[in-house]
Structures are given as C-alpha cells and as structure tokens.
C-alpha cells in the first residue's frame, strides 16, 4: 500500500499525497501521467487517525508486482533498502 507522505488542506477539505511511481506502478495513471479520472477511490475512516485508502474496481490495478511478477510500467521494484518480515 502506498505511504502517505504529505497533509494539507485546500478549498476546506483535507488532501493526502501519495508517492506518484507507486501510483505508476499500480496502474492509476492515464497515459500522459495525470491521475486516471475513471478511477474511483474510497476513503473510509477506520477509527481516529486511521484511513483507509481503495480502489472501487480491483480490475482497475495492476498488482503484478506485489505477486512478484514485472510490471507493465518497467519500474524496478524491490529496489529499496529495508527487509521485509
């Protein structure tokens, strides 16, 4: 799941960002890079301070690369430091 990395509000409502490559790597851009309009997201608070952050349709992402296979975009995956438990 992507991180979170940057809060701040605009027009009184609070937005998140979300590393642009991992939405890349997920198949949730357009072809020219801007967000894919199509795609609807649900944001749904779990319990205070928590969200949760998923795609209405799962057709529309691309998870080979959590399955480990190479995904469509060509970004390197598993190229960060960190070991996974």
């Not at 949730?28 to 319990?47: H, I, N, S, W, Y």
């Not at 349709?57 to 390197?76: A, Q």
């Amino acid at each position: 799941m992507p991180n979170i990395n940057k809060l701040s509000v605009r027009g009184g409502s609070g937005m998140v960002t979300i590393p642009k490559d991992e939405l890349e790597m997920c198949g949730l851009l357009a072809e020219d890079g801007a967000p894919d309009t199509d795609v609807q997201l649900l944001v749904k608070m779990e319990r205070p301070g928590e969200w949760r952050i998923s795609v209405l349709d799962e057709s529309c992402v691309d998870d080979s690369w959590y399955t480990g296979e190479t995904p469509k975009t060509g970004l390197p995956v598993g190229a960060g430091s960190g070991e996974r438990k």
